[in-house]
């Protein structure tokens, strides 16, 4: 039997670090609101592209709510980790 899959198109492990920086910064920042440009600033990713695949994926999963350049997390990331399951 296969393991199920993730929505996301691309290698997950080739940005999951990323990913996590990026979502546990948001959370502990809740509810200040920050932009992809202050993420890529603040040296979030290796790279602008590392940076943009990793808000793409949380925001694919519902895990980031994106409007704009500004990104936040969503009741789901905020309640799960509220939880302190991880």
Excluded at 60 to 85: K, N
Aim: aromatic fraction near 10%; include cysteine.
């Amino acid at each position: 039997m296969q393991a199920k899959r993730s929505p996301v198109w691309f290698d997950e492990q080739e940005n999951k670090q990323t990913q996590r920086a990026v979502l546990s910064f948001l959370l502990a920042e809740f509810p200040a609101q920050h932009t992809q440009g202050i993420l890529k600033y603040m040296g979030f990713g290796d790279d602008a592209d590392a940076l943009s695949h990793a808000v793409r994926a949380l925001d694919v999963v519902g895990l980031l709510w994106c409007e704009g350049e500004v990104v936040m997390p969503t009741a789901a990331a905020r309640h799960f980790d509220w939880l302190e399951l991880s």
